[in-house]
């Protein structure tokens, strides 16, 4: 990586001291007000977007950019490069600005000047992943704290498991920017518990305190003694009275937030949002421009020609000019470190150049068990999914393995399992890879957001709760699949099979949201041979997030399941009669209701039915024409879909469903399917109803678009609705 | 209410004191004791369940049925009972047992043996709204805590606006038991910091911190200062240091916090989880029975007979005797006090028991403005909402109109807005309805559940944010469908129409959960008429939430809108021909897109081309299989939806759709919908294309099921997946 010789700056340190304040003050606050004007400036311009942030947090920035975080703006993916995350996604601007003023190349003036524009700049309107400088998209308030988190994880546990005497390979910082939105959103009060506990003095966490939010002061709605709850979290907690002009107070805080051992830190800086213009310390400049009338004022407030725009001083370029150097001094010295670390740990060098890649080593897949190894008795998919976990996660340091407090439930447990905890605890340490998140399932997933993102998807975050508490994480899920990271989410306890918990935690509906979103995988096996299809399409997306539904009881190993099959989404896995003739009717079923379906194709002879495993609907719609009609006897059979949640999409593929069509109950699993009409005897008898009602002069006609029926089962609570007479 | 002569009982109070201690320790002992056999044996009767919270928090529940909670057993209903909320739901054993000792008809022992058994007793496996003393389906943790919020918010506001001088009609208490895990998530922390924020001194939170959680001690992932942290939300807190036996300690905490203004109480109980037996303190005494010889073990330490089941000493029952006098006494002074009440205040009395009915009163729709009274020029529909807002909440106190944080953007702020808010902070009093929830979105909607199951429905709260932050709440509004309670839900910018703003704040997926959900109305209306229907349907609907999908931008008043319409799901907007001829294509669009569909339509003459609008799917569901069937023209003609979000679910009503494949963009509004293929010119050349490509022999031929086509539009970002060949 370096072509500097090995050893000519050996001795440097890759952790050089935040530089000392070389400017005069006259000059910084040259600095500062040239943030402010262009960001009043180029709200102006675009007619919106977040002025107030820009101008009242411009200090904060200088002192982050300038001095405080560790980067080579010219290599913006450097390995050992501090990450920012701006979980305040909406104040994109003010780091645009620094980014531009630090050196980007990206960040032109021109780029700029894009903001919010409709010639799809890489100005958007909040941070996004793909962009120079940015590690993750932000927006969703609270979510960036989360992702933070994650990514002082991927840096402890890298740090832990790589770094050597004398080679401190992985020893960067990670800095979060939040507002009052980010402390007030659960997620954000989640991931910040979560942090404390873990003691990622890696992490510091920069709270802008401007008492304004958009529906004005704060005080209305927000009055926690935020610096006594993080304290309260563990935090190191530093105070800046005036963060709005006094830079040097913002350095200090922030380089003993740096130094402090053992708990991250907080500082928490007064700002006045919106400063300099007459709007301050309102509402009214949070998320508008000003108008020009008040950008002319805050002008020349500052000294500025109302006349001109972005105008950027020669004295401001030469400011930040040190930090280009900076930052290539400190890559050069860390390669050098790296080569180093490449001669004296080869074994840790092959295997870390291997993570960038992003995969696991060629060859994975044959560490899975071949079906012919696999329990023929009736396994919960939940247990055959620990299957995969014991196979791939203790031998590959890439997994981190997690659970919302369901550790044993979701089988996530896995040989050798060290805890990721502080050392100082005694429960484990920061090589370990099983992850306790505690009851917070959403925290769960930005972090894991954050470490997928760590660095080309090195490291690879494993998952897990009950599916009904998927619920909770929905966005975190949706922004993985945003963002193309990935994370295996195990979602278990999947149906009403849940059983004795009752309706609140047998998710009917959730399928619906997760089959829609685009580049996410819902994958829900019939057996252990396609849970670990399932496991090599969520380790062949590299980009795509996989969320595998499990069942908590019992199915069996079904003759004629298919690993390489699952990967095209569904497949033919019973019929039950001989010959190539067309079937008659097709039964389509997903995960524990498979079986149901064969055994019930069995009952339906002579009519010739067909059994089709539709694990991943997405899959399958991106196959070819040709295999999607020849599976589906498309325009030649009846095709029913059964399955215990909503019928909600069915009708893409099948004529009706077995659907719930109300919410589950209490009572043991097998009790509640029967009653819910997923006996055998039910479903062979509704789809019997179903193809005679469909017959006509001996001819099955099949329905029109429109016509989807859902097959009425059992129980329906008074509170499903009014009517029952769904079709 | 009452028979009793109003005056007969005239200066008793209506706030009785606590009770004294009126039993021997060694009663009190067994009492306690009974409990936890109890608990035992029904657990390994199931052989599953939650045995420890019953064995731990024993004492806390007989100091609350026994002592401090002010109710009627034999009327669960009455008006000014506290309210008991069960956090942690799984605890529901506990909570069983002792309402079944306090006196409920229902709860018998009998019943109590039918805990998680498969004959559907009300023993269910988490507490659900229907049964006899529970007052919110609980279990998903940390949501409890936002329902207790809600009553407290809800008792509050009618105690500020009911209330006379003399006549403290509303006095009661809200108690909630919460568990680590509801400290933990998100929704809990949200909820709490908002009480705290409201000065909520009716509410008393009380924390069974017994150190254990499913998968093992607290310490290895939660390590908050939970005490700081609740002083530092606002909360008045108590601590108990042994509440697993000093009863007199609870009291006594208890006590306090009741007595406690201006603050909600936290009082933080130490217990020890499976007390009595020896795997108390351990993850193995949560959520699984203890086993046959641990049960014997455990009725030998507390004095039991091992031979015997479901033993309940008489000294037990005597021991809550007291409970149902004391109940029926409260109620009838109750009575009494509201008899007069409604002699010296008849208005405020008639308006109370107007509300009691759940309804508003009849004539409310003549409230909402006639369609000729609609502003014809452009108005995005989130403003027309607000006309709706602006008609009835001020009128009517059922409503509670908030947002989180996005007041104005949303348009729940009404004429006249009072904050409901603590009066001490100048900001406004707790008889206004106008709700600053802050950026706590899963906390308003936990906290609306508590208000709309306060009692019978009397408070109908307004829920409003963008429709992406309705992610963050989907659970909530699940359980707001599954207890059949209500929420007038507005989610404003709901597509690419937010604009720059970018992919973050364009939710696509989200509508396919609560498509999905049986008896919840997601609504995306068309235009000014059409979301006046939506009010109508949300507020017909007295025992189902809705969800209305509204625009950021403007939309023009369509000539064939129609609110009556509505109520249909679905209905034909427009044709572009005149006569009786069944049309060769239809449109379905929804919301902002039904213009875009009118106006597609006009220029796709001399194609017979019919517009439905559909802005309630569910609702078009149970409408006549004629009624359907010649909306969509089934079986006759082709059939596109157009819509800005996922195709997920269209196959359902049409054969292809114009939907969204991938995640938005940061751009102007009109831009994006140019860009994403939504421009007029773009729908009619797609749609040509399609009907074309189906013509044969000068004949549409109709696709079949399995056939379902996703029209491809313009732009798609990489990570929508590899390939982009979707039908």
Same mark, same amino acid.
């Given at each position: 990586?370096?072509?500097?010789?090995?050893?000519? &700056?050996?001795?440097?340190?890759?952790?050089?001291?935040?530089?000392?304040?070389?400017?005069?003050?006259?000059?910084?606050?040259?600095?500062?007000?040239?943030?402010?004007?262009?960001?009043?400036?180029?709200?102006?311009?675009?007619?919106?977007?977040?002025?107030?942030?820009?101008?009242?947090?411009?200090?904060?920035?200088?002192?982050?950019?300038?001095?405080?975080?560790?980067?080579?703006?010219?290599?913006? +993916?450097?390995?050992?490069?501090?990450?920012?995350?701006?979980?305040?996604?909406?104040?994109?601007?003010?780091?645009?600005?620094?980014?531009?003023?630090?050196?980007?190349?990206?960040?032109?003036?021109?780029?700029?000047?894009?903001?919010?524009?409709?010639?799809?700049?890489?100005?958007? *309107?909040?941070?996004?992943?793909?962009?120079?400088?940015?590690?993750?998209?932000?927006?969703?308030?609270?979510?960036?704290?989360?992702?933070?988190?994650?990514?002082?994880?991927?840096?402890?546990?890298?740090?832990?498991?790589?770094?050597?005497?004398?080679?401190?390979?992985?020893?960067?910082?990670?800095?979060?920017?939040?507002?009052?939105?980010?402390?007030?959103?659960?997620?954000?009060?989640?991931?910040?518990?979560?942090?404390?506990?873990?003691?990622?003095?890696?992490?510091?966490?920069?709270?802008?305190?401007?008492?304004?939010?958009?529906?004005?002061?704060?005080?209305?709605?927000?009055?926690?003694?935020?610096?006594?709850?993080?304290?309260?979290? *563990?935090?190191?907690? !530093?105070?800046?009275?005036?963060?709005?002009?006094?830079?040097?107070?913002?350095?200090?805080?922030?380089?003993?937030?740096?130094?402090?051992?053992?708990?991250?830190?907080?500082?928490?800086?007064?700002?006045?949002?919106?400063?300099?213009?007459?709007?301050?310390?309102?509402?009214?400049?949070?998320?508008?421009?000003?108008?020009?009338?008040?950008?002319?004022?805050?002008?020349?407030?500052?000294?500025?020609?109302?006349?001109?725009?972005?105008?950027?001083?020669?004295?401001?370029?030469?400011?930040?000019?040190?930090?280009?150097?900076?930052?290539?001094?400190?890559?050069?010295?860390?390669?050098?470190?790296?080569?180093?670390?490449?001669?004296?740990?080869?074994?840790?060098?092959?295997?870390?150049?291997?993570?960038?890649?992003?995969?696991?080593?060629? *060859?994975?897949?044959?560490?899975?068990?071949?079906?012919?190894?696999?329990?023929?008795?009736?396994?919960?998919?939940?247990?055959?999914?620990?299957?995969?976990?014991?196979?791939?996660?203790?031998?590959?340091?890439?997994?981190?393995?997690?659970?919302?407090?369901?550790?044993?439930?979701?089988?996530?447990?896995?040989?050798?399992?060290?805890?990721?905890?502080?050392?100082?605890?005694?429960?484990?340490?920061?090589?370990?890879?099983?992850?306790?998140?505690?009851?917070?399932?959403?925290?769960?997933?930005?972090?894991?957001? *954050?470490?997928?993102?760590?660095?080309?998807?090195?490291? !690879?975050?494993?998952?897990?709760?009950?599916?009904?508490?998927?619920?909770?994480?929905?966005?975190?899920?949706?922004?993985?699949?945003?963002?193309?990271?990935?994370?295996?989410?195990?979602?278990?306890?999947?149906?009403?099979?849940?059983?004795?918990?009752?309706?609140?935690?047998?998710?009917?509906?959730?399928?619906?949201?997760?089959?829609?979103?685009?580049?996410?995988?819902?994958?829900?096996?019939?057996?252990?041979?396609?849970?670990?299809?399932?496991?090599?399409?969520? &380790?062949?997306? +590299?980009?795509?997030?996989?969320?595998?539904?499990?069942?908590?009881?019992?199915?069996?190993? &079904?003759?004629?399941?298919?690993?390489?099959?699952?990967?095209?989404?569904?497949?033919?896995?019973?019929?039950?009669?001989?010959?190539?003739?067309?079937?008659?009717?097709?039964?389509?079923?997903?995960?524990?209701?498979?079986?149901?379906?064969?055994?019930?194709?069995?009952?339906?002879?002579?009519?010739?039915?067909?059994?089709?495993?539709?694990?991943?609907?997405?899959?399958?719609?991106?196959?070819?024409?040709?295999?999607?009609?020849?599976?589906?006897?498309?325009?030649?059979?009846?095709?029913?879909?059964?399955?215990?949640?909503?019928?909600?999409?069915?009708?893409?593929?099948?004529?009706?469903?077995?659907?719930?069509?109300?919410?589950?109950?209490?009572?043991?699993?097998?009790?509640?399917?029967?009653?819910?009409?997923?006996?055998?005897?039910?479903?062979?008898?509704?789809?019997?109803?179903?193809?005679?009602?469909?017959?006509?002069?001996?001819?099955?006609?099949?329905?029109?678009?429109?016509?989807?029926?859902?097959? &009425?089962?059992?129980?329906?609570?008074?509170?499903?609705?009014?009517?029952?007479?769904?079709?």
């Amino acid at each position: 990586m370096s072509t500097v010789e090995a050893g000519a &700056l050996s001795g440097l340190s890759a952790d050089p001291k935040v530089p000392a304040k070389d400017a005069t003050p006259e000059i910084e606050k040259l600095v500062v007000n040239t943030v402010r004007v262009l960001g009043a400036d180029l709200t102006q311009a675009f007619k919106g977007g977040h002025p107030g942030t820009v101008m009242g947090a411009a200090a904060i920035g200088v002192a982050l950019w300038r001095y405080m975080m560790r980067y080579n703006p010219k290599n913006p +993916e450097w390995f050992n490069r501090d990450r920012f995350v701006l979980s305040a996604g909406h104040a994109c601007l003010w780091q645009y600005i620094h980014l531009h003023l630090a050196g980007y190349d990206a960040w032109t003036l021109d780029t700029l000047k894009q903001y919010h524009n409709p010639d799809f700049g890489i100005a958007a *309107g909040h941070p996004e992943i793909e962009f120079p400088g940015i590690e993750l998209t932000t927006g969703l308030l609270g979510q960036g704290v989360g992702n933070a988190v994650g990514l002082a994880m991927a840096s402890k546990n890298l740090a832990a498991t790589y770094n050597k005497p004398d080679f401190p390979i992985v020893d960067n910082k990670i800095w979060c920017f939040v507002g009052d939105g980010c402390l007030q959103e659960g997620v954000g009060q989640e991931s910040l518990s979560l942090a404390g506990h873990l003691r990622l003095d890696n992490l510091i966490v920069i709270y802008d305190d401007n008492s304004v939010t958009v529906d004005g002061s704060i005080a209305t709605c927000f009055t926690d003694d935020t610096s006594a709850k993080m304290k309260a979290m *563990g935090f190191h907690v !530093i105070e800046v009275y005036d963060g709005t002009n006094d830079l040097t107070a913002i350095i200090k805080a922030l380089d003993e937030a740096k130094a402090t051992k053992g708990k991250p830190g907080f500082v928490h800086v007064r700002t006045i949002i919106g400063f300099g213009s007459r709007k301050q310390n309102t509402g009214a400049a949070h998320g508008a421009a000003l108008g020009e009338d008040e950008v002319s004022y805050v002008k020349q407030m500052f000294g500025f020609d109302p006349a001109k725009k972005y105008v950027i001083p020669d004295e401001v370029y030469d400011y930040f000019q040190p930090v280009v150097k900076r930052g290539a001094d400190d890559e050069e010295v860390w390669n050098i470190l790296y080569a180093q670390y490449g001669k004296a740990h080869p074994v840790e060098y092959a295997e870390l150049e291997q993570r960038l890649t992003g995969r696991l080593p060629d *060859g994975w897949k044959d560490d899975l068990p071949p079906k012919s190894a696999l329990p023929t008795a009736p396994q919960a998919t939940r247990k055959s999914a620990g299957i995969a976990v014991q196979a791939l996660v203790p031998k590959y340091k890439h997994f981190m393995a997690g659970s919302a407090d369901l550790m044993e439930s979701t089988f996530v447990n896995f040989k050798g399992q060290v805890d990721f905890q502080c050392p100082d605890t005694g429960f484990g340490d920061y090589s370990g890879r099983q992850i306790r998140y505690g009851i917070r399932e959403f925290a769960m997933l930005a972090a894991a957001n *954050g470490m997928n993102a760590y660095q080309k998807g090195m490291v !690879i975050p494993v998952c897990s709760s009950y599916f009904a508490f998927w619920q909770y994480c929905i966005s975190a899920c949706r922004l993985s699949a945003l963002m193309g990271l990935r994370f295996i989410g195990l979602g278990t306890h999947d149906s009403i099979g849940v059983g004795e918990d009752g309706p609140t935690h047998q998710a009917i509906a959730l399928a619906g949201f997760f089959r829609a979103l685009p580049n996410f995988n819902l994958i829900r096996p019939a057996d252990a041979e396609e849970v670990l299809g399932a496991w090599e399409i969520a &380790l062949d997306a +590299e980009h795509t997030p996989t969320l595998m539904c499990l069942t908590r009881q019992g199915v069996p190993l &079904l003759e004629h399941s298919d690993r390489a099959k699952v990967h095209k989404g569904a497949y033919t896995i019973f019929a039950n009669y001989e010959g190539s003739e067309d079937p008659e009717l097709v039964l389509i079923a997903t995960g524990s209701e498979v079986w149901r379906a064969v055994e019930s194709a069995k009952k339906l002879v002579p009519l010739r039915t067909r059994v089709v495993s539709m694990p991943l609907q997405s899959r399958f719609d991106r196959q070819p024409a040709e295999y999607r009609r020849a599976t589906l006897a498309t325009g030649k059979a009846l095709a029913v879909a059964i399955e215990p949640w909503a019928s909600y999409g069915w009708a893409r593929y099948a004529h009706a469903s077995m659907s719930l069509h109300t919410f589950g109950l209490s009572a043991p699993q097998e009790t509640l399917f029967e009653l819910f009409g997923y006996g055998i005897d039910t479903i062979v008898e509704k789809v019997s109803q179903f193809v005679e009602s469909r017959r006509m002069e001996g001819k099955i006609v099949l329905p029109e678009v429109g016509d989807f029926e859902e097959l &009425l089962l059992g129980y329906a609570k008074k509170h499903a609705g009014p009517e029952l007479d769904l079709h």
